[in-house]
């Protein structure tokens, strides 16, 4: 965090599903979030060699249900959820063309 001079503005610990799940914000007001493997969920090793892609990134909408529909008419596949956190966002994850992974994110109102 230090070295790209991230503020950590929300570390929630370890949650519920296992994982911890930390917040940063960038000096221009980027928000990054970093989370690592939910309980009994397998990761593969690090690669930091060059390679195709990244694990995820993720996106906010503001209709979970008509997002996922939209996106699924253009090809995308639903691959995990939406979930719903109490208190936090409802998420799911989506599979694009180039085994992309994308997570979507609706915020509570």
Not at 18 to 27: L, P
Not at 39 to 65: R, S
Not at 67 to 82: F, T, V, Y
């Amino acid at each position: 965090m230090k070295a790209f001079n991230f503020e950590i503005f929300n570390d929630r610990g370890v949650r519920p599903t296992g994982d911890r799940f930390i917040e940063c914000k960038s000096e221009d007001g980027t928000i990054f979030r970093i989370s690592g493997a939910r309980t009994d969920e397998k990761m593969g090793v690090g690669d930091a060699d060059v390679h195709y892609g990244l694990e995820h990134f993720g996106i906010t909408v503001d209709d979970m249900d008509a997002e996922i529909e939209r996106l699924q008419a253009l090809g995308a596949e639903l691959a995990e959820g939406p979930i719903s956190n109490p208190g936090g966002p409802t998420i799911a994850f989506i599979k694009v063309p180039d085994d992309v992974r994308i997570e979507l994110l609706q915020l509570p109102k």
